[in-house]
């Protein structure tokens, strides 16, 4: 049975600088998400039809960044044995992410179980805010496992 190394205790991480997504979706990316259908594989396409006027990032490839950048804010230290991806219990997309914008994960450490041995499970809200916008991308509460 795991005890609580920390109680719950909605801690933020530091913040972390912003960083660019002036990416180009690959063609596999885009058709597999149906991309061509709304015009997001597209650069002059997406700026005549899209509602975003331009493309953007669909939901997987936004998520995609979260391990990444919770990586960056020191989730799991530099002299940790190993750190591993366990799970996301709750996720929302909530803008879309403009290619060219910049994003950062602001990482919210919520609860530490020991599970013994030197290993603890971390639990962190996760917010992917845009540069200049009132509202995140997503917002994803994680399980992080690190020895």
Not at 11 to 28: E, I, L, M
């Amino acid at each position: 049975m795991s005890k609580p190394l920390v109680r719950p205790i909605a801690r933020r991480v530091r913040p972390q600088a912003f960083r660019d997504t002036s990416w180009q979706p690959p063609p596999t990316l885009s058709a597999a998400n149906w991309a061509y259908r709304t015009g997001s594989s597209s650069i002059k396409r997406a700026s005549r039809e899209s509602p975003y006027d331009g493309t953007i990032a669909h939901g997987y490839l936004t998520l995609s960044l979260l391990a990444a950048l919770a990586i960056e804010v020191g989730l799991i230290p530099v002299d940790a044995k190993a750190g591993s991806n366990c799970g996301l219990d709750k996720v929302r997309s909530v803008a879309p992410v403009k290619t060219g914008v910049r994003v950062r994960n602001r990482v919210v450490l919520l609860a530490a179980d020991d599970k013994g041995d030197g290993r603890v499970l971390l639990k962190t809200e996760n917010r992917l805010e845009i540069e200049g916008e009132a509202r995140p991308a997503l917002i994803a509460v994680a399980a992080t496992f690190r020895a």
